[in-house]
C-alpha cells in the first residue's frame, strides 16, 4: 500500500492529530473516576457502574459505518470538527444529569460523547496509519498513544482529585443516614461535575472551530502493483479473513486495556484502599503505557517488526494476569497497572497488520476495526457481573463482605486470559490469513 499526498512534510498533521489523540485519552480515561464516582451517587452494584464504560464504547458500534460514511461526503477536518462539537453537547448533557442525579442521564452523556469521538478516531486511526510506509505504521501510532495516555494520566489524576474528594467520608455518612439526609449528601457530590464538565465543554467547542482550520494534506491509500497482482483489487471486504481476526483481536483488546485503566481504581478500593489513595491508580496503568509506547516509538520497525512487538505484548498480558491472580494486596494492584506495559503496542501493531494489502477496502476495514472497540462495552461489565456473581457466592459461603469483595475481584481477571490468548494467535498465525486470489 502508498499513499498520495498533496506534501511530503508529515511535522504538522502528526502534531494536529496527536492533539486529538490527547482529546481522546483525556475523555475516555476519567471512567476510571467515575465509575466508583458513579457507583457512589447513584448506589449502584458493580456490574451496573461498569455501564460507565458500556456508555462510551457501545457508540464506536452505532456510529463507525455512518462516521465512514459522514467523513466520505464532508471530509476529515469537517468531520474532526463534528466529532468535537458533538463530545461537546454530551459533556453538557452532565449539567442536568448532576441535578437530577440520575444515571440514565449520565450515560447518555457519555454516550453522546462516545458518538463524537467515534468520527474522531475513524477519521484519526486510518489516517496516521497510511501517512507514511505501512512498515513504520505501529511506530506513528506509537506516538499518537504517548499523546492519548499523558492525556488520559492527567485526566484521571484531575477527575480523580475533583470526583473522589471525600469519598470514603461520604460513604460512612451515607450508612448511617436517613433518606432525607442521605439525598442532600449525594446530590452534592452529584453536584462536583458541573464546573469540570463545563470548562470541558467550552474546550471542545473552540477546538471544534480551530480544527476546521487545520492544515491537513489529502491521504488517501492506493492500490500498488503488489496488491493488483495478489488480486486484492477484485475481492470483496468478506475474502480477507486477516481482517476479520483482526477485528476480533482488536475487540478483545480494548476489553482488556479497559479493564486495566477502568477497574483499577475500584479494585484498589475492594482491597481497602482509600478513594485518595486508589485515585492515583489508573494513572500508574497509564504512565505504564506511555513508558512502553516511548520504546516502541525507538524500536519499531528498526530493531523489532510490528508483528513481533505484538506477540510479546500478548504474551506479557497472560503473565501480568496469571500474576494478578496469584498475588494480592498493592503488589496485585501493581500487576493490573502493568498491564499497560502489555497493552500499549498492542493497538499500534493491529492497525497496520490488519489493513495491509487492503487497498480499496481500507476505508471500510478502518470502520469495522472502529466498530471493535465496543470490546470496551461488553468485556469490562462482565467482569463486574463476574464479581458480583462470585461475591454473593462468597458470603453466602459465610466470607464477610468485604474480604468477599476483595477476593471476588481479584480471582474475575481471569477473564482477562482468553482476550490475550486470541491477541496472540492473530499476532502468530492470523494476520497471515489473507485468503485466496479472486480475480
Given at each position: 500500500m502508498?499513499?498520495?499526498?498533496?506534501?511530503?512534510?508529515?511535522?504538522?498533521?502528526i502534531v494536529v492529530i496527536a492533539g486529538l489523540f490527547f482529546i481522546f485519552g483525556f475523555v475516555t480515561w476519567i471512567n476510571g473516576a467515575l465509575i466508583p464516582f458513579m457507583k457512589t451517587i447513584n448506589e449502584l452494584t458493580d456490574a451496573q457502574s461498569y455501564f460507565v464504560a458500556s456508555a462510551s464504547y457501545i457508540s464506536f458500534v452505532v456510529m463507525a459505518?455512518?462516521?465512514?460514511?459522514?467523513?466520505?461526503?464532508?471530509?476529515?477536518?469537517?468531520?474532526?470538527?463534528?466529532?468535537?462539537?458533538?463530545?461537546?453537547?454530551?459533556?453538557?448533557?452532565f449539567i442536568p444529569a448532576a441535578e437530577a442525579r440520575t444515571y440514565w442521564v449520565f450515560l447518555t452523556g457519555i454516550f453522546i460523547q462516545g458518538l463524537g469521538?467515534?468520527?474522531?478516531?475513524?477519521?484519526?486511526?486510518?489516517?496516521i496509519t497510511i501517512l507514511g510506509p505501512i512498515e513504520s505504521g505501529a511506530k506513528r501510532i506509537a506516538i499518537m498513544g504517548i499523546a492519548n495516555k499523558v492525556a488520559g494520566a492527567l485526566g484521571s489524576v484531575i477527575f480523580g482529585a475533583i470526583l473522589l474528594s471525600g469519598i470514603d467520608a461520604v460513604k460512612e455518612q451515607v450508612a448511617t443516614a436517613s433518606d432525607s439526609e442521605k439525598a442532600v449528601l449525594l446530590d452534592t457530590m452529584a453536584d462536583s461535575v458541573f464546573t469540570p464538565y463545563l470548562i470541558m465543554a467550552a474546550v471542545l467547542f473552540i477546538l471544534a472551530i480551530l480544527i476546521r482550520k487545520a492544515p491537513l494534506p489529502h491521504v488517501e491509500p492506493i492500490e500498488d502493483e503488489t496488491s493488483t497482482a495478489n488480486g486484492s483489487s477484485n475481492k470483496t471486504i468478506f475474502q480477507f479473513p486477516h481482517l476479520w481476526l483482526g477485528v476480533l483481536a482488536l475487540f478483545v483488546y480494548v476489553g482488556a486495556e479497559v479493564i486495566a485503566g477502568d477497574t483499577i481504581i475500584a479494585y484498589g478500593i475492594s482491597l481497602g484502599f482509600t478513594g485518595e489513595e486508589a485515585k492515583y491508580f489508573t494513572t500508574y496503568t497509564l504512565l505504564a503505557m506511555v513508558a512502553t509506547y516511548a520504546l516502541g516509538v525507538f524500536l519499531i520497525p528498526k530493531y523489532v517488526k510490528q508483528k513481533t512487538a505484538l506477540v510479546i505484548s500478548a504474551v506479557l498480558g497472560i503473565i501480568f494476569s496469571m500474576l494478578i491472580l496469584s498475588t494480592s494486596g498493592f503488589t496485585s494492584v501493581l500487576f493490573v497497572a502493568a498491564l499497560g506495559i502489555a497493552n500499549a503496542l498492542v493497538w499500534p501493531a493491529i492497525w497496520p497488520l490488519t489493513l495491509d494489502g487492503l487497498g480499496k477496502h481500507t476505508k471500510t476495514a478502518s470502520a469495522l476495526l472502529i466498530m471493535a472497540i465496543s470490546g470496551g462495552a461488553i468485556?469490562?461489565?462482565?467482569?463486574?457481573?463476574?464479581?458480583?456473581?462470585?461475591k454473593h457466592e462468597l458470603i453466602a459461603s459465610g466470607i464477610n463482605e468485604a474480604e468477599a469483595?476483595?477476593?471476588?475481584?481479584?480471582?474475575?481477571?481471569?477473564?482477562?486470559?482468553?482476550?490475550?490468548?486470541?491477541?496472540?494467535?492473530?499476532a502468530i498465525w492470523g494476520h497471515k490469513m489473507r485468503g485466496t486470489s479472486k480475480k
Open positions: 502508498s499513499i498520495s499526498t498533496k506534501s511530503q512534510n508529515n511535522l504538522v498533521p459505518l455512518p462516521a465512514s460514511y459522514i467523513l466520505n461526503k464532508i471530509g476529515y477536518r469537517k468531520g474532526m470538527s463534528l466529532g468535537l462539537f458533538i463530545m461537546a453537547i454530551g459533556a453538557l448533557v469521538m467515534t468520527i474522531l478516531q475513524t477519521a484519526a486511526n486510518p489516517y468485556i469490562p461489565p462482565l467482569y463486574g457481573r463476574i464479581v458480583d456473581s462470585s469483595l476483595a477476593t471476588a475481584s481479584t480471582e474475575s481477571y481471569w477473564i482477562l486470559i482468553p482476550c490475550y490468548a486470541l491477541i496472540l494467535f492473530f
